[in-house]
C-alpha cells in the first residue's frame, strides 16, 4: 500500500517561507511524475509544481520564481520550497505521486498539510 506523508505546513507571515516535504513508501517501484497541488476553500484543486523522473519541473505562473521544487528519487521524496509566500498562497497542499505499473497509471495523494499566509 503506498503511502504519502506530507510534513512542513504552517503559519507563516506574508514575505516569509516554508519549506513541505513529501515522503511515498510501500511500493518497490519508482515514480514518474512527483509534485504539489493545493486547494483554497471554496475553490478547486489546482497545479502548485511537479518534477519528472529525469528532473524536469514545471510550475503554476503563479509561483515561479518563488516556489523551487526538488525530489530525491533514490529516497522517494519531493519537497516544495516557498519563498515570497503571499496571503493568496493560503491552500492546503497535498503532495502527489505517478507511477505506471503494467501500463496502468496510478494516482497517489498525501493527506494534505495546512499552509497559511497572514498579511
Known amino acids: 500500500q503506498v503511502q504519502l506523508v506530507e510534513s512542513g505546513g504552517g503559519l507563516v507571515q506574508a514575505g516569509g517561507s516554508l519549506r513541505l516535504s513529501c515522503a511515498a513508501s510501500g511500493s518497490r517501484f519508482g515514480f514518474n511524475d512527483m509534485g504539489w497541488f493545493r486547494q483554497a476553500p471554496g475553490e478547486q484543486r489546482e497545479l502548485v509544481a511537479t518534477i519528472t523522473s529525469g528532473g524536469f519541473r514545471n510550475y503554476a505562473k503563479s509561483v515561479k520564481g518563488r516556489f523551487t521544487i526538488s525530489r530525491d528519487s533514490a529516497k522517494n521524496t519531493v519537497d516544495l520550497q516557498m519563498n515570497s509566500l503571499k496571503p493568496e498562497d493560503t491552500a492546503v497542499y497535498y503532495c502527489?505521486?505517478?507511477?505506471?505499473?503494467?501500463?496502468?497509471?496510478?494516482?497517489?495523494w498525501g493527506q494534505g498539510t495546512q499552509v497559511t499566509v497572514s498579511s
Open positions: 502527489n505521486a505517478k507511477q505506471q505499473r503494467n501500463y496502468v497509471l496510478w494516482d497517489y
